[in-house]
């Protein structure tokens, strides 16, 4: 597979990086910018595609129900996370310095398999690459309530692929519990149009995450979250009350249902396929599905961009490129695209129950 060189310097991409977020300059210096950043995010193609290669091979000893998958970030959520840095809402970052533009994921069985998983093969392992971040949100949950462990390596070669040296990717390892949480924030943030994940949503949607992530870390043992009560009955009652509010249970079965038929589209796809366009429109409750092979890869990006290119401001329509080593993999990874949150539904219900 020939793999996507970088062809701007650094200073090109940042200055990109800054005009996308800050909405400047002319339509040409515009497309300009755009074509900049899609081939700075195609790049991260293929370390990840190697980080991804090991992180499913390790994973998957440690616990054979272990699921990988990895992504390329979207450009609209590369550009708002620029936004954010230079309105002073996170920490000062330039295009050039993004961390998760490409990025793995390790989902394991319970949280003891996600530590081992970590520690064993990354924090003591021989990785040759350079670790730049280590986080680990599930000791340390953040006051949003998500829980992960967070690693950044930059890539380094061994062999004939220097110029990709430096290129960073992150991995994301957590349980199946954490995962529930996290994937729940993203559809309802997908499907309400608010930024839920970077604690941008209404008030109400807010801390009714945050107070179901600090009863999930009590079924694991985990540290709570900050700023929830620590009686269990107290936080109980407190997620039964801001459930009334959002109707959190009601809207996440119609989302369910909206979209059942485009689950099934994905389950009966070939095994040979290994990447797949996904393009909803919302308002139509349509899902247009465009598969890829393994050789296909640079054509599946390639696709991605016109794709996000045609919709660029539409908020009724979303695009996201996911790979997978099978289609079932998919739906189980990404289930946010899928609104797979029946078992989520089913462990809120029994907190709820309890009050």
Known sequence: MVWERVKYTQIEIN????LLANDEGSEEE????????????????????????????????????????????RIPAIISK??????????????????????????????TLARKLCNEEYIKGDLKHKRVIYKDYITEPKEDGYRSIHLVYGYKSDKNKKEFDGLLTEIQIRSKLQHLWATAVETAGFFTRQAIKSNEGSPEWTEF??????AFAKLEDCP????????????????????????????????????????????????????F????????????????NKKE????????????????????????????????????????????????????KKLISKV
């Open 297 to 348: 890869e640079q054509l599946a990006i390639e696709d991605y961009s016109r794709a996000e290119k045609r919709n660029a401001g539409n908020k009724e329509f979303d695009v996201v490129l996911v790979g997978a080593d099978t289609s079932a993999d998919l739906e189980k990874a990404y289930p946010n695209y899928f609104v797979d949150t029946k078992e989520f539904l089913e462990h809120l």
């Open 82 to 111: 620029l936004k954010r840095s230079y309105d002073g809402r996170s920490p000062s970052m330039k295009l050039h310095q993004m961390q998760d533009i490409g990025g793995c994921r390790a989902i394991l069985s319970n949280v």
């Open 277 to 292: 366009l996904l393009q909803l429109d919302i308002v139509g409750e349509r899902l247009d599905i465009t598969a890829y």
């Open 209 to 214: 995450f945050r107070l179901v992530a600090s």
């Open 224 to 275: 709570p979250v900050p700023n929830t009560p620590e009686d269990e009955k107290q936080l109980f009652f407190q997620i039964k009350q801001t459930e009334r509010k959002t109707e959190a249970i009601k809207k996440m079965k119609g989302w369910t249902n909206a979209i059942r038929i485009f689950r099934q589209a994905v389950r009966t796809a070939p095994k040979s396929l290994k990447f």
């Open 30 to 73: 515009k497309v300009k910018s755009t074509a900049i950043l899609d081939n700075w995010r195609a790049v991260h193609s293929y370390p990840m595609h190697i980080f991804q290669m090991r992180l499913k091979k390790r994973a998957q000893k440690i616990d054979p129900n272990a699921l990988t998958a990895q992504r390329l970030k």
């Open 15 to 18: 200055r990109a990086g800054k």
